[in-house]
């Protein structure tokens, strides 16, 4: 076999290995997704936030970009923010602006799990919460 033929055939053979990596599937995170963690507000020190819940609800998609709602209680009060947020180009990290205040950086876990880590320097505290996507 000559050196060009060989050539040929490592390189067919990179591209058909290197196709599946181009294409990886953007993940969907659309619908409820809730969960609790520990944090640390400047007022209040450490908290263990395991009673007070946060659902992320995703109402939309649209390819790497999504928007939505989530709610939490503040004072024995629900309250409800929009967000919206980015998928990086790894498809696992996701970057959220909520549109009051903060914003979270999340590793999306499996289809089911994201791991969030709150962060809000105007009210002096940050969370880390493990969301688990709720059945339809």
């Avoid at 969030?116 to 105007?122: A, G, I, P, R």
Wanted: proline residues 1%; hydrophobic residues 40%; charged residues 20%.
């Amino acid at each position: 076999m000559c050196m060009k033929t060989i050539w040929t055939i490592g390189l067919v053979l990179l591209a058909l290995s290197t196709t599946g990596i181009c294409a990886a599937e953007i993940p969907n995170l659309v619908g409820n997704w809730v969960g609790t963690g520990p944090g640390y507000n400047e007022e209040s020190g450490y908290v263990e936030d395991t009673d007070n819940i946060l659902t992320f609800s995703i109402t939309e998609q649209q390819g790497r970009i999504f928007n939505g709602e989530l709610t939490y209680q503040l004072n024995g009060t629900d309250v409800v923010e929009s967000f919206a947020g980015i998928i990086d180009s790894d498809n696992k990290t996701i970057y959220i602006a909520e549109f009051v205040s903060g914003y979270d950086v999340g590793t999306i876990i499996s289809e089911e799990e994201i791991d969030m880590m709150y962060l809000d320097s105007e009210a002096g505290e940050v969370f880390i919460e493990t969301l688990h996507r709720v059945a339809e």
